[in-house]
């Protein structure tokens, strides 16, 4: 198999060639990344990076990660959408040519006002330009579904950590961030009053969802998430219980506009198509902090 990873050398992507690489069907990866924000020590010398998808040879599978990941990243700079949008088409079209299956990383940003639990039938009411963008690449591959027979799975991620996560900095994970801050002794500050809730999911499920959705004919959006949300204050009293400290979080004005305070993703259309469940957040998350400690600590 040959597969092209859009955005490899970012955190998602960088945790699917990983995988994809242990794989013995793989045969090439080729990885199309402007290194924006991913960083080419993330990237392995058995992989291909190249500038342009003119130099990207016929491949199976294409993996579309490669957009900008942070709503804060559109309000900085609203130009990176209409790039967005400009790229979206080139794979798109790159994928028919090549007769690929396009796997594509969409956002349960899109259930933006939506109550819990989450399921993909939900109406969507665009809050944001980063939302914007995942929905337009929904439609346009619906589009390219129905008019020139473009098989694709959209897969709406929760919210994700794991490695590598903190090679985004600013736009890590908030567990990330949390656990971070407390390994180094400082009080982490939490925008309101810490009950709002997420549904954290481990990149390597997400992997395996990208892998599996790989897979699927037809036309498809899936949720991935795992199915249950903890409070960011839960989240403070795991990373203190694991670390056997006792930092207590900063509390401030949430000025968000639109704040998403609640996700929890409906995982049954994601467990009857792949016949998986992810695990929990709690198990994952352990492992996780362990390893931070390992880097940081």
């Not at 699927?216 to 839960?234: H, K, R």
Request: charged residues 25%.
């Amino acid at each position: 198999m040959k597969y092209l990873v859009t955005g490899g050398a970012g955190f998602i992507g960088s945790n699917l060639i990983e995988r994809l690489e242990q794989d013995i069907l793989t045969e090439k990866i080729f990885v199309y990344d402007n290194l924006s924000t991913g960083k080419i020590e993330n990237l392995t010398t058995n992989c291909e990076h190249v500038k342009s998808l003119d130099f990207v040879p016929k491949v199976d599978v294409v993996f579309h990660l490669g957009m900008p990941s942070s709503s804060p990243m559109y309000k900085e700079n609203p130009y990176l959408f209409g790039e967005a949008m400009d790229i979206i088409i080139k794979i798109l079209e790159f994928a028919h040519r090549n007769n690929a299956k396009l796997v594509y990383a969409s956002s349960s940003s899109v259930y933006n006002g939506n109550p819990t639990p989450m399921h993909e039938d939900m109406p969507i009411m665009v809050t944001d330009y980063y939302t914007e963008i995942r929905y337009y690449l929904e439609r346009m591959a619906q589009l390219y579904y129905q008019n020139k027979g473009l098989e694709s799975t959209g897969l709406r991620f929760f919210s994700v950590y794991g490695k590598n996560d903190w090679k985004k900095k600013q736009y890590s994970n908030v567990v990330t961030q949390f656990a971070l801050e407390m390994l180094k002794g400082k009080t982490p500050l939490i925008f309101g009053d810490g009950e709002q809730r997420r549904d954290f999911i481990h990149v390597d499920d997400v992997v395996f969802a990208l892998r599996n959705a790989a897979k699927l004919g037809g036309y498809n959006i899936l949720n991935v998430g795992t199915g249950a949300s903890d409070s960011f204050n839960d989240v403070i009293a795991m990373i203190n219980k694991r670390y056997n400290l006792d930092i207590k979080p900063e509390y401030t004005d949430n000025l968000i506009h639109n704040y998403v305070f609640d996700t929890l993703a409906d995982t049954t259309k994601m467990r009857t198509k792949m016949y998986w469940r992810p695990k929990g957040f709690r198990i994952n998350f352990h492992k996780y902090l362990d390893h931070l400690k390992e880097e940081f600590g």
